[in-house]
């Protein structure tokens, strides 16, 4: 059973936390790879570099979304195609583990199932704009 009392900072705790790493993420291939060389990434693994500039924007937007406490289910659940399409195209080849060279998939498909449980169990507590319950 769900726990009313800690569930909602436990929610809290984890939205925040998913947050500043999708955070972290965008802000290092803004800042530090730089929007062209996150593009060249991209393209070096088949994909098409715009698909860069839209990871960056989705783990920067949805880092700050989460964070704040902004449409938080919706959020979760478009992040989920994004940590699996890294998984695939960008680790896959490295095997399972995350600590092989390159980092495996393991780490990328946990985080996925992290937001899709996010996505489940709502805003949590402190959310800046909750979504609208029927």
């Known amino acids: 059973m769900l726990d009313s009392k800690t569930a909602p900072l436990a929610i809290f705790a984890l939205r925040v936390t998913t ?7 965008g802000l290092i291939k803004l800042l530090v790879f730089t929007p062209a060389g996150t593009a060249g990434y991209f393209e070096s ?12 924007l989705a783990e920067i937007g949805g880092g ?5 406490g902004i449409q938080v ?10 940590l699996l399409g890294a998984a695939f195209f960008g680790h ?7 600590s092989n060279p390159n980092g495996g998939w393991e780490y990328p498909v946990m985080w996925a199932l992290v937001q899709a ?3 489940a169990l709502g805003d949590g ?7 609208k319950r029927a």
Not at 19 to 25: D, E, I, R, S
Not at 92 to 98: E, H, L, S, T, V
């Open 125 to 131: 507590a402190y959310a800046l704009m909750p979504r």
């Open 73 to 82: 289910q919706f959020v979760s659940a478009a992040l989920v195609p994004v």
């Open 92 to 98: 896959r080849a490295a095997g399972f583990n995350w």
């Open 117 to 119: 449980a996010l996505a």
């Open 19 to 25: 947050g500043t790493l999708f955070l972290v993420h």
């Open 45 to 56: 693994i088949g994909l098409p570099g715009a698909l860069g500039y839209l990871t960056m």
């Open 64 to 68: 700050v979304a989460l964070i704040l």
